[in-house]
């Protein structure tokens, strides 16, 4: 599953933008999410931050609360 941040365009307001923000993975056999942030060529990387979850919650609250930076600049 992938988050995205959708926003008007800086010299263009009218239209929209989307960039992915963060991606989470379920594994099937585990039911533990991961999450995955991007690098500037657009391939996802595991967030070594926090370790796989069984709460999407926990990992969806690292993303909004970005300690690191890596999602929201």
């Known amino acids: 599953m992938t988050l995205f941040e959708r926003r008007p365009?800086?010299?263009?307001?009218?239209?929209?933008t989307e960039s992915a923000?963060?991606?989470?993975?379920?594994?099937p056999e585990t039911s533990l999410w991961t999450l995955y942030c991007r690098d500037r060529n657009g391939r996802w990387h595991r967030?070594?931050?926090?370790?796989?979850?069984p709460d999407l919650a926990d990992l969806l609250r690292e993303v909004d609360e970005d300690p690191t930076g890596i999602f929201w600049g």
């Not at 365009?9 to 929209?16: G, H, K, M, Y």
């Not at 923000?21 to 594994?27: I, N, P, S």
Request: proline share 5%; no cysteine.
């Open 47 to 53: 967030y070594g931050e926090v370790d796989s979850r």
């Open 9 to 16: 365009a800086i010299l263009e307001p009218s239209v929209w």
């Open 21 to 27: 923000v963060a991606q989470f993975r379920l594994d």
